[in-house]
Nanobody, 123 residues
């Protein structure tokens, strides 16, 4: 069963930075839209950022605009989420996902998911 693998999570102080990575197992993923989602305990899974297969289009949830940057390296079939100026409210498990269709904020079209990486921001 094909899966995505996230890495780069950890514990940081407020105002710090982390870079999350998402490695895809097959070359075909370079043609998929990719997204980052997060889920805090007791809360719904939330869209954070997304990027089209070409990298030409990106979406961000309002709470992370200006602080987070999504990017991809299709040669490495890897997607990144650069997280700057982190806040305690960013604390969650972050998931990488891939869609064979179009870039969307909804988690429903995303067929492939990783297991998640924990991000904890202390105040």
């Amino acid at each position: 069963q094909v899966q995505l693998v996230e890495s780069g999570g950890g514990l940081v102080q407020a105002g710090g930075s982390l870079r999350l990575s998402c490695a895809a197992p097959e070359r075909t993923f370079s043609r998929y839209a990719m997204g980052w989602f997060r889920q805090a305990p007791g809360k719904e899974r939330e869209f954070v950022a997304g990027i089209s297969w070409s990298g030409a289009t990106t979406y961000y949830t309002d709470s992370v605009k200006g602080r987070f940057t999504i990017s991809r390296d299709n040669a490495k079939i890897t997607v990144y989420l650069q997280m700057n100026s982190l806040k305690p409210e960013d604390t969650a498990v972050y998931y990488c996902a891939a869609s064979e269709a179009v870039l969307t904020r909804s988690p429903r079209p995303y067929r492939y998911w990783g297991q998640g990486t924990q991000v904890t921001v202390s105040s």
